[in-house]
């Protein structure tokens, strides 16, 4: 079972609509990361969060530390937001700061 | 600024061969990061250097993989003996001193026939 489970895997929506990517993950971390990758390969950072809510133009990210569980919703929908969400967290122990990433949501756009 | 580099943006290799994968981390970041992202999964962590110090190389996948950083800055990664399964896209990611933000190069996508 992997560490970091995303929902769904993939996801259409019509031009507009408000839009909910989740992830929930099965180890104590010390910060949980939304990453947006376009066709082509390029991950941008989007969030990082350890604790409650953060809000970024139309994107919105939330994590519930006792659940372990985030959200990514993103409002009022476009078809320039259609790209793979992928969450991933940052482990406190082990001294190393690498992350574990889910398998990733595909989200599609459509005017 | 120039964000993170990486060299070939695509290489084709026949099996048996070795290949070289570039990073250019931005500069003064101190932590370089490779992850492996084979087709249609999310990305596997592969090893991390901080400045020139392999600290964390438990994802490579075997001995046949190898990567080095010198000098604390650029980064290469060496595959030995290619096989069908390396074929994947290899990303490098660098995060500046005390922080966690990973910034990613756009990947090597390493196709091995």
């Known amino acids: 079972k992997n560490e970091v489970e995303q929902s769904p895997q993939n996801l259409t929506a019509q031009e507009g609509e408000f839009i909910t990517i989740n992830c929930s993950y099965s180890?104590?971390?010390?910060?949980l990361h939304w990453l947006q990758q376009h066709p082509g390969g390029g991950i941008v950072s989007l969030f990082m969060l350890s604790s409650g809510k953060k809000k970024h133009g139309r994107l919105i990210a939330t994590i519930n530390i006792q659940e372990k569980h985030s959200s990514l919703h993103i409002t009022a929908s476009h078809p320039r937001d259609s790209a793979v969400y992928i969450c991933?967290?940052?482990?406190?122990?082990?001294?190393?700061?690498?992350?574990?990433f889910g398998k990733g949501t595909k989200l599609t756009v459509n005017p | 600024g120039a964000g993170v580099s990486q060299s070939p943006r695509y290489k084709v290799a026949k099996r048996g061969q070795d290949v070289a994968l570039r990073c250019d981390p931005i500069?003064?970041?101190?932590?370089l990061f490779w992850y492996q992202q084979a087709l249609g999964q999310g990305p596997e962590f592969l090893t991390y250097?901080?400045?020139?110090?392999?600290?964390?190389k438990s994802g490579l996948p075997s001995d046949r993989f190898f990567a080095e950083r010198p000098e604390g800055s650029v980064s290469t990664l060496k595959i030995q003996r290619t096989q069908q399964e390396d074929s994947a896209v290899y990303l490098c990611?660098?995060?500046?001193?005390?922080?966690?933000?990973?910034?990613f190069g756009p990947g090597t996508r390493l196709t091995v026939l």
């Open positions: 250097f901080q400045n020139e110090a392999q600290l964390d």
């Open positions: 180890v104590g971390i010390s910060a």
């Open positions: 990611a660098s995060s500046p001193p005390a922080a966690s933000e990973q910034f």
């Open positions: 500069s003064g970041h101190v932590s």
């Open positions: 991933a967290v940052r482990s406190p122990w082990g001294g190393s700061e690498k992350l574990v």
